[in-house]
């Protein structure tokens, strides 16, 4: 899975957030996604979390192995 | 999820005060998030059971359907669920982490 189809997953699953994924070690492996999205005010980091997570759910089984989330409401 | 699994893996999880399911052991972590987290309890003095799931397959996925979270590590601090690698950082950096510890 590619970095674009990475962020593509979450944008669809989380319509209107901003998603900025970092390669910091450039391998595409040990990705970060910095994600903005409305919807996450309100909410605690674990819920936060969870909804990112929930657009990734079939790729978290297998492909990723090391995302690095960090979620902002704004 | 077989009873026996999941009274296996709750026992752990209250065994103490602070329980860390990690990949490797805190000595010798077999995963950069694992090592991440250990590394920021033990700045903080916070101290942590911990079980390494690559010891065991059945824990490794257990775990991951227990608490509905699908990465390990995963940090529970008096029987809750707190959050992978990068919730236990933020908390860290924030004081959360401590004061939730007590």
Known sequence: MTIPEIQKKIEDGLPGC??????PYRDGVHIKAVVTFTGFAGKGLLEQHRMVYATLKD?????IHALALETRSE | MEQELKDKIESLIKSE?????MKGTPEMPQCGFSAGVVTTLKQLGIPFGSFNVLSDMKIREGIKEYTNWP???QLYIKGEFVGGHDIAVQMA????LLKKVG
Do not use: C, R, W
């Open chain 1, 18 to 23: 901003k998603v900025e994924i970092l390669d």
């Open chain 1, 59 to 63: 790729e978290l089984k297998e492909e």
């Open chain 2, 17 to 21: 005060n602070v329980f860390l399911f």
């Open chain 2, 71 to 73: 990465t390990i590590p």
């Open chain 2, 93 to 96: 950096q924030s004081g959360e």
